[in-house]
């Protein structure tokens, strides 16, 4: 992957210190002050280091201790957003009451506009914004697998495997995502539409990354996967039916119509074999899954608002 | 410990579908054989799924009274 480009004094400071492995304390000096934009790129950029490698910037520095200081004060910064953001549900059991509480909670969807309104530059604006997180899909929360007891683990595994094609590498779902950006004539090289994503955008894959990374977040993560695969059937099948009023090719429309069936699956494992092991060990836990579920869905309703906002949709929350 | 932790190849999940585990050859209202293309499907309990004899969510539209229990 390449580096962004820059969008604020310390994503220049940063990208300028990576590129020439010079010391980072002048940058962490550059955080107090800057923009929420500028600090999201930059996390977002720390993040990618543990994932892949990023042209120009040594794999060493994924460990690089001031690095990591770094990314740990934009965490911080990102969390405390996020908490701010959220309320507990009391008296509510997630195994139980979990499905009547997201549709209580969903919030815009783009999956709506796609199906009925979206031309097709609006959609393959989407797409390439989208590609960020649909390029790694699953990966954030692979991180989570050797933090669970033995239930937990195998129930997320028995979920994980179907995300990465059980086996048969045609099948993975991001590398489905891939086919279908190439068939429609976008590039799936990872990260290349990075200068084009919202905040918002970046927001939400940051959140995902924090969570998959610290085990103390282990059922936030997977209160976040709850939600995710809670909001992905019924959109996915609207999804399709919009590429295809759209004549977008089959590889695209394929990643969606696989996601209906596998999705109607994934949100009953995710609820009741995962998270319905995780707080059976440790109850306690249970605030902590109802924070990542309420973050995917506010982080996803922000990014459907921010992106139907450009294109001078009316929110279509009301006929969704 | 020493019990072995429940396992079942079916889960009843109530309002939506069953889970079923592993390969089976399922057949729709029309007597139809689909063999299960995943490591657990959710097969449809309230037939008005539109990828019968599969479950894709619907269920979660419907009013109480149409969920299957
Ligand atoms: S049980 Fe889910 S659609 Fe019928
Ligand atoms: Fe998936
Ligand atoms: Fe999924």
Redesign the interface.
């Known amino acids: 992957m390449e580096l962004p480009t820059p969008r604020g004094p310390l994503s220049e400071a940063l990208f300028a210190a990576l590129r020439s492995t010079d010391d980072f304390l002048p940058v962490l000096a550059e955080t107090s002050g800057a923009s929420v934009d500028d600090g999201t790129l930059c996390l977002w950029v720390l993040h990618q280091l543990h994932y892949r490698e990023i042209t120009g910037v040594p794999d060493t520095l994924e460990w690089d201790p001031q690095l990591l200081r770094l990314r740990a004060l934009l965490e911080d910064d990102l969390e405390r957003r996020l908490r701010s953001r959220f309320t507990a549900p009391t008296g509510l059991s997630f195994v139980v009451d979990f499905f009547d509480w997201v549709d209580e909670h969903d919030g815009a969807s783009l999956a709506v506009h796609v199906h009925r309104e979206a031309t097709r530059d609006q959609v393959l604006e989407m797409l390439r914004e989208r590609s960020l997180y649909h390029l790694m899909e699953s990966d954030p929360t692979a991180w989570v697998v050797p933090r669970l007891g033995a239930r937990a683990k195998a129930a997320l595994m028995e979920l994980q495997y179907d995300e990465y094609g059980a086996g048969d590498p045609n099948r993975l779902h991001h590398h489905l995502f891939a086919l279908g950006m190439e068939a429609s004539g976008l590039d799936a090289t990872f990260g290349v539409y990075v200068d084009d994503a919202s905040t918002e955008i970046l927001e939400q894959n940051n959140a995902m990354t924090l969570l998959g990374l610290h085990r103390r977040h282990r059922a936030a993560a997977l209160g976040h996967l709850a939600a995710f695969e809670a909001t992905s059937s019924l959109p996915s099948r609207r999804m399709v039916q919009g590429l295809e009023r759209l004549g977008f090719p089959q590889e695209l429309v394929g990643y969606y119509a696989e996601h209906v069936e596998a999705d109607a699956v994934h949100e009953q494992l995710a609820v009741r074999t995962i998270i319905g092991a995780v707080l059976e060990e440790a109850p306690e836990l249970a605030e902590d899954a109802w924070f990542g579920a309420f973050t995917c869905l506010d982080l996803e309703d922000r990014v459907a608002r921010q992106m139907l906002d450009r294109w001078g949709v009316r929110d279509e929350r009301d006929v969704a | 410990m020493s019990t072995p932790?429940d396992h079942p190849e079916t889960?009843v999940?109530p309002?939506?579908?069953m889970?079923l585990r592993g390969r089976h050859v399922v057949g729709d209202a029309d007597g139809v054989p689909h063999e299960t293309t995943?490591?657990?499907?959710?097969v449809c309990r309230c037939e008005r799924s539109?990828?019968l004899p599969?479950?894709?969510?619907?269920h979660?539209?419907l009013p109480e009274r149409l969920r299957p229990s």
Do not use: E, F, N, Q
Request: with cysteine; charged share 15%.
């Open positions: 932790y889960i999940c309002g939506g579908p889970l995943r490591p657990v499907t959710a539109a990828s599969w479950c894709d969510g619907t979660k539209v």
